[in-house]
Nanobody, 129 residues
Framework: EVQLVESGGGLVQAGGSLRLSCAASEFIFDDYAIGWHRQAPGKEREGLSCISSSDGRTYYNDSVKGRFTISSDNAKNTVYLQMNSLKPEDTAVYYC??????????????????????WGQGTQVTVSS
């Protein structure tokens, strides 16, 4: 079973930056779509970005486009989310997810959380105003 471990969360002021990491227990990037999601208190889990296993293309939810960047380091089995220009409304628990059958594309953000094979435990990001 694949294990995903997120890290890098913390407290940052509005306008600041953080880089989140998602380390996988094994090499999965050739076969799995990897994505970042978040869940704020009282809100549904929201897909933010994904990276395609087939061609490395990246996709972003409009809510973070232009501010967040997803990348991967295959040698380290790790996916990153660089978050810039953070806003208080970005405060949430951030998760990475992996799935073997779901396709990373413009419809990725419509998938339900229960459709993904694997989730990490999450890392808290708090943005103060």
């Amino acid at each position: 079973e694949v294990q995903l471990v997120e890290s890098g969360g913390g407290l940052v002021q509005a306008g600041g930056s953080l880089r989140l990491s998602c380390a996988a227990s094994e090499f999965i990037f050739d076969d799995y779509a990897i994505g970042w999601h978040r869940q704020a208190p009282g809100k549904e889990r929201e897909g933010l970005s994904c990276i395609s296993s087939s061609d490395g293309r990246t996709y972003y939810n409009d809510s973070v486009k232009g501010r967040f960047t997803i990348s991967s380091d295959n040698a380290k089995n790790t996916v990153y989310l660089q978050m810039n220009s953070l806003k208080p409304e970005d405060t949430a628990v951030y998760y990475c997810a992996a799935d073997r059958t779901l396709h990373c594309g413009r419809y990725y953000f419509a998938f339900r959380p229960d459709e993904f094979d694997y989730w990490g435990q999450g890392t808290q990001v708090t943005v103060s105003s």
